[in-house]
Structures are given as structure tokens and as C-alpha cells.
């Protein structure tokens, strides 16, 4: 009878919360924004689970770099709400996503050629050595590339040293220097531009692979990537962006990549649908 009683008690707990418990770790409802009277999104609509790898597609034009931009705080919407742990959250800048554990790993990497590595991981977020060192602005170097090999043993990441220079590194190995960065400092979300984007095979699948050891951290993933099958192979559920417009989010084990392509371009509908005609039933 304790047992039951206590069970009410934390259910009518979590009814009377301000933040009530919620299936997703980030939301965004109905996201509005236009530049100079052009429409960029009008309807966008997304929602991350927790430890799960969601792929954003659409065609050029479709709306998903600026949902990105959003949702990292790199663009501010003209309507709409974001949602973080059950809560509504401002995104001023790409500061306060990061507060929240919201990471980007955009397309361009932003990564300086002559540093290395651990200098790339920490930049910054430099450690100082004890004062009265610090006051000088001298480096704690050993630190930070401990913490650096760390990072990249524990993401298993294929780098010989974080003494190497990056820009003597492969486009691969850049990306997984870019990933490390982004996951080393509490993060929970890692957002992904495009990250397979001029690869070859070989770096491609370490890239996928690292997607993969980022999500058994416990981490969850956003990835924007126009390669169908690098979202089939690593993507849990996929939204699709069109003209603006989420168009559908569905489990990767219930559809195709025909059906995604299809809804992408708009001969499907969000059902799989074309002309009228169901495709893809019984599965």
C-alpha cells in the first residue's frame, strides 16, 4: 500500500511540474523565418530523442540549414519555439546552445591549419597553468593535450597524435578533430553539416563509424546531410524538409530511400503516396 501511495505521489510530482518529463530531449514547433521578404522556413517542425541519430534531408532551398541555424543559435526565428528538456529555451547565440549542450560540427570545420590537434580541441577554451603563470597568459599545454588523447582515444578517432598539425591531416581525420572538440565539453547533442561531404569511401565510413561511437556515448546526434545512403546507414529516424516545410519524420526501418527522395522532390506525399496510389505497403 506504501509502495502505491508513493507511486501517486511521484506521478501527481510530475503532472504539478513546471517542466513536465517529455519523450524528446530537443523540440521545435513550428519554426518562422524569412529574410528580406523570401520565406527560409515557414512550418518547421522537429523533434530529437534521446541517444538517437536523426538525419534532416531536403533539396537545396528546402530549409534545413536555417532549422540548424536555430536550433545552434547561429539564427534567430521569426516565430516558433524551441524546447530543451521539456522547456522552452531563447538561443540568442551559439553561446547559450552550447550551455545546453548543444554542439555544432559545421561544414567548414573551423579548424586553424598551423595548430594542432589538441591546440584545435581547446581553442578557445585555452587552460591557463596556476597562477601567477596565468597572469602572463602561459599555456597549460600538457593538460590540454592529455585531455585532447583522451577525447580521441575514448571516440576512437584515427589520428597518431594530437601533436599532429591538422593541416598536414586528411579530410577524415579533420572531421573526427572537429567531432572530438564538439562532444569534449558536456555536451548532449552534436549537430552535424554535412559531414561525409567530399570524402572518399574509406573516410566516409570512419566518419559513420565515429557517428556511431558518438551515439554509444549516450549522446544524441542531428545529422543535414544530402548522401541518402550514409543517412540510411547510420540515421534512426528521418525528418523531411520541403519548400520550407517539414514534410514528414519517419522511422528509417519504415520507409526507403525511394520514399524519402520521392518526398524530398514532392512526387510522394508524406505518406508514400504518388498519384494516389499507396507504395511501400506491408512493410
Keep these: 500500500m506504501a509502495g502505491r501511495s508513493s507511486a501517486t505521489e511521484n506521478a501527481a510530482s ?3 511540474s513546471p517542466h513536465p518529463q517529455t519523450d524528446y530531449l530537443l523540440e521545435a514547433r513550428d519554426l518562422y523565418k524569412h529574410f528580406a521578404g523570401v520565406v527560409a522556413l515557414s512550418a518547421g517542425n522537429f523533434q530529437l530523442r534521446p541517444n538517437e541519430v536523426h538525419a534532416i534531408v531536403g533539396d537545396n532551398g528546402a530549409g534545413k540549414s536555417t532549422m540548424l541555424k536555430i536550433i545552434t543559435g547561429a539564427l534567430q526565428p521569426d516565430g516558433g519555439t524551441i524546447i530543451f528538456d521539456g522547456a522552452p529555451v531563447t538561443l540568442p547565440n551559439p553561446t547559450a546552445a552550447r550551455k545546453l549542450g548543444i554542439s555544432t560540427v559545421f561544414q567548414d570545420l573551423a579548424l586553424i591549419n598551423h595548430l594542432d590537434a589538441a591546440a584545435n580541441m581547446f581553442l578557445g ?23 585532447a588523447q583522451a577525447e580521441v582515444h575514448r571516440l576512437k578517432v584515427g589520428v597518431r597524435s594530437v601533436d599532429q598539425l591538422v593541416g598536414g591531416m586528411s579530410g577524415g581525420q579533420r572531421q573526427a578533430i572537429a567531432v572530438a572538440r564538439a562532444v569534449a565539453f558536456g555536451t548532449r547533442i552534436v549537430v552535424m553539416d554535412e559531414p561525409t561531404a567530399a570524402l572518399g569511401v574509406r ?6 563509424d565515429l557517428i556511431q561511437e558518438i551515439q554509444g ?15 540510411f546507414k547510420v540515421a534512426d529516424r528521418i525528418t523531411v524538409l520541403r519548400l520550407g516545410q517539414t514534410v514528414t519524420t519517419v522511422r528509417k526501418d519504415d520507409t526507403s530511400l525511394q520514399e524519402i527522395v520521392g518526398m524530398m522532390t514532392g512526387a510522394f506525399g508524406a505518406e508514400g503516396s504518388v498519384t494516389g496510389v499507396a507504395i511501400g505497403a506491408g512493410k
Design 217 to 231: 556515448q549516450g549522446l544524441s546526434v542531428i545529422m543535414i546531410s544530402h548522401s541518402m545512403p550514409d543517412v
Design 125 to 147: 577554451r585555452e587552460i591557463m597553468q596556476p597562477a601567477p603563470l596565468s597572469w602572463f597568459g602561459i599555456l597549460d599545454k600538457k593538460s590540454m593535450r592529455q585531455r
Design 14 to 16: 510530475r503532472a504539478s
Design 203 to 208: 573516410e566516409t565510413g570512419a566518419v559513420l
